[in-house]
């Protein structure tokens, strides 16, 4: 019964690989975002969909491609990954017009 | 443009005393402003959040928080530590400038608590 889960927990790979991360959300809700948490835990979103339709992107490399196969999914694919994209990844999602945001666990990922 | 400043990056109590964990806003309008908490390896969990109602917030946990115009300050406290408090707690804010309503951060204050 999670609200907000994400898969993999933890992702650990070489530079220059391609990885995908996952987060689906049963709450109902129709705007999902997707935060990055770098080693000083400091946290800054990266992207927003509401309704599958992109609406934030915070001029975050093209490396970085969120898709968003239905309101309930917002997937993130990394393309080339580089040593600082190693980080925690957090989901979000809310309700249109809310503006309390429920975070999922989080994807730990380690490039090497 | 909003922000939110975290006065403090540590702060360390004994178990059973106050807390206070400082954060102070910056908002062209009135903001609505969180509280997060991030135990070790967790994910971010709400504590309490303030949308121009009551100034004085509580939250989860014993937690609660006083939102003060005039000192544009949103501080954080609770009467009686516990082992468990220790984490992460970040202040956010709300950026209403588009209907997104992205969540903008503070540095974080990690809370420790010895015995």
């Known amino acids: 019964d999670t609200a907000v889960s994400q898969t993999p927990k933890y992702l650990v790979t070489q530079m220059g690989n391609d990885k995908s991360i996952k987060c689906e959300q049963n709450?109902?809700?129709?705007?999902m975002y997707w935060y990055k948490q770098d080693s000083k835990k400091f946290l800054k979103i990266m992207f927003s969909y509401n309704n599958k339709e992109l609406i934030i992107n915070e001029t975050v490399p093209n490396r970085f491609s969120p898709k968003s196969p239905d309101k309930a999914h917002l997937n993130l694919h990394i393309n080339s990954l580089e040593l600082g994209d190693s980080a925690v990844y957090f989901c979000a999602s809310k309700t249109q017009g809310a503006e309390t945001q429920y975070f999922g666990p989080g994807t730990r990922l380690l490039v090497l | 443009a909003q922000s939110v400043t975290q006065l403090d990056s540590h702060v360390s109590v004994s178990e059973g005393t106050p807390v206070l964990l400082r954060c102070n806003y910056s908002?062209?309008?009135?903001?609505?402003l969180f509280w997060y908490v991030q135990h070790p390896n967790k994910g971010l969990q709400l504590l309490l959040k303030y949308t121009s109602a009551a100034t004085l917030v509580k939250g989860i946990n014993g937690f609660e928080a006083e939102f003060k115009k005039s000192e544009t300050s949103f501080h954080l406290t609770k009467p009686s530590a516990h082992m468990s408090d220790a984490a992460e707690y970040f202040c956010?804010?709300?950026?209403?400038?588009?209907?997104?309503?992205?969540?903008?951060f503070g540095s974080g204050t990690r809370l420790l608590v010895r015995p």
């Open positions: 956010v804010v709300s950026d209403r400038q588009d209907s997104s309503y992205k969540l903008i």
């Open positions: 709450l109902g809700h129709d705007t």
């Open positions: 908002s062209s309008y009135s903001p609505s």
